[in-house]
């Protein structure tokens, strides 16, 4: 294996023609140079420099070396400031997300990308189980959950409170338990875990989902509340999913006299050192939520 410090100090003995000025170049002793054409040469097994007393001329295998090297040279020069870079607008940053925070968010970070193009956003809508198991395994780089990770290789920081709403059809103008059992539930895969919430802090009638008619079911985040929107039942969602509702007129958001939020926790994996580009995108979620 070749020491890229004896190509470097070959090119530069070359370039400048002198040992003492190569020596002074590379703040190196004039013994450290020879040193170094000395092992290079044994390296590659043949002569590289004709030597006549303090004066010296390239042999073949030098001419040809010098060409080589300095490709080598500067290729390594390239790689190591590739490596050492960390640009805040370049890359790719993925992150994953309950579908709630995720419409509240993807607006914003698309938005950041076209200001930044070389900033690409990816960016997955799914439960929080499966965003946790993301994060351990390091196939996204950035998670958002609404419970605490149970598992050790990931961390979460409280970041956002999101509350929860109990979503009716517009035209319903008083709220009571009769009114709910009357319209029917649209379910959804967190349905019955925010209703327990919301629900349990604010109707003594309640015991369980269940008490309440079925009237539809979606694993779409964005089109829960278009059966709502429809008169055909209610639901109970995150903030974030009744605010990007695009018919926000046939729907009406009831903030109950108990109200309930969802702690938001910021994700990642332990002990992975964050780049400067996940750190913008984390800062440009922050704005927002």
């Avoid at 490596?83 to 995720?102: A, L, T």
């Avoid at 919430?197 to 985040?221: C, D, T, V, Y």
Wanted: proline share 5%.
């Amino acid at each position: 294996m070749i020491n890229p410090a004896w190509l470097r100090s070959f090119c530069t003995l070359v370039d400048v023609g002198h040992f003492t000025h190569t020596a002074e170049r590379l703040h190196m002793t004039q013994s450290g140079v020879s040193q170094h054409m000395r092992k290079l040469e044994e390296a590659l097994g043949v002569e590289l420099l004709v030597r006549d007393g303090k004066k010296f001329s390239l042999s073949d295998a030098g001419e040809r070396l010098y060409a080589k090297a300095q490709d080598i040279l500067q290729a390594l020069s390239n790689l190591e400031q590739s490596v050492g870079e960390d640009p805040p607008y370049e890359g790719m940053v993925r992150v994953m997300s309950p579908g709630s925070v995720g419409l509240k968010l993807y607006p914003h970070l698309l938005a950041l990308q076209k200001k930044h193009p070389k900033l690409i956003i990816d960016y997955r809508f799914a439960p929080n189980s499966d965003v946790e198991n993301a994060i351990a395994e390091s196939t996204v780089d950035i998670g958002f959950m609404t419970s605490k990770s149970t598992l050790a290789d990931v961390s979460c920081t409280p970041v956002a409170e999101e509350s929860l709403l109990l979503v009716t059809p517009a035209t319903v103008e008083m709220l009571d338990w009769e009114t709910l059992m009357a319209i029917g539930f649209i379910d959804h895969p967190d349905g019955s875990h925010h209703a327990n919430l919301l629900m349990g802090a604010n109707f003594p009638e309640f015991q369980h989902i269940h008490q309440f008619s079925r009237k539809g079911w979606s694993n779409q985040i964005g089109l829960i509340l278009e059966p709502v929107s429809l008169g055909m039942g209610f639901t109970v969602l995150p903030a974030y999913a009744v605010e990007a509702f695009h018919k926000p007129k046939q729907i009406k958001a009831h903030r109950l006299s108990n109200p309930v939020s969802e702690t938001l926790f910021l994700c990642g994996r332990r002990q992975r050192a964050m780049q400067k580009r996940m750190e913008t995108v984390i800062a440009e979620a922050r704005r927002w939520l």
